[in-house]
């Protein structure tokens, strides 16, 4: 993908560390591409990030890296385009008790299976818990979920008992 000549859309986000944008490559691919903001970022903590999007790759509900690179000082993630944020969904949406259980449900799958591989995620919340709506009829419509931003995740450590 690096190397692609890309159309940029839309902003999609920026927090602390970046800034997320949707972007069109030439052959008509969708991506959602993270940059890492220049005074925040070290090649360590970007490299970190990377290994960890590899580490729980294919996991349930979980964003899918598809490129890393650097260039121009910055860290750039290329990620699957996965809806809207959660906090924006609310802006456009209601969301329906069964909704708000499917929502639940996916979160907490995402979770567990970041959990079951000793990693603990450390940033839920609703702008990294992305929103698309998978089915819609009439009255109701199925949404689907995958959790964002693994930069700041933490590997779970078991504890020293013979240190407490």
Known sequence: MAGAVWETKDCLG????????HFVA???????????RKKNWTLEAYAFEVAMCQYVRGG????HLL???CACNHGFLVFKLWGCSLHKFLRKHRCTTANT????QQVLAALGFLHEHKVCHTDVKPGNILVKEVHSDSRTGKLAVQLADLGSAQLIQAPAFGSL
């Open 101 to 104: 259980k499917e929502l639940i």
């Open 14 to 21: 920026s927090g602390t560390f970046g800034q997320a944008r």
């Open 67 to 69: 490129d890393a690179f």
């Open 60 to 63: 349930t509900c979980l964003v």
């Open 26 to 36: 030439e052959n008509g691919v969708d991506v959602a591409v993270k940059r890492l």
